[in-house]
């Protein structure tokens, strides 16, 4: 599976962006996809992550209300629509997908088994 992501950029604090992740190679259908991200000198932490159906999505707490994951199984393209960004998102944005795993799983980058590039979003003050 390859999955390239794409959508990064700078912004000033307030605005948005909105992340893809278009992947290809495998049945995306079949995917739990998420997103991660990393900043300098943290570990990689959870943003968001939904299922293989589309149905009930997960969210970190620092990005509810604020962020929305969602995804096109016809056009295998994940995507996070962030809005109302802050400084404390500045980081590398990173999607993942993995088959196999269970809900309580979800938020454990261990669990997944292909990565992105990674895209760097930059927010202001």
């Known amino acids: 599976v390859q999955l390239q992501a794409s959508g990064g950029g700078s912004v000033q604090a307030g605005g948005s962006l909105r992340l893809s992740c278009a992947a290809s190679?495998?049945?995306?259908?079949?995917?739990?996809m998420a997103w991660f991200r990393q900043s300098p000198s943290k570990e990689r932490e959870f943003v968001a992550a939904?299922?293989?159906?589309?149905?009930?999505?997960y969210l970190a707490d620092s990005v509810k209300g604020r962020f929305t994951i969602s995804r096109d199984n016809a056009r295998t393209t994940l995507y996070l629509q962030m809005n109302s960004l802050k400084p404390e998102d500045t980081a590398v944005y990173f999607c993942?997908?993995?088959?196999?795993?269970?809900?309580?799983?979800?938020?454990?980058?261990?669990?997944?088994?292909?990565w992105g590039q990674g895209t760097l979003v930059t927010v202001s003050s």
């Open positions: 993942a997908v993995t088959a196999g795993i269970i809900q309580s799983s979800y938020r454990d980058p261990g669990q997944y088994r292909y």
């Open positions: 939904i299922p293989q159906n589309g149905g009930n999505t």
């Open positions: 190679g495998g049945s995306f259908n079949r995917y739990v």
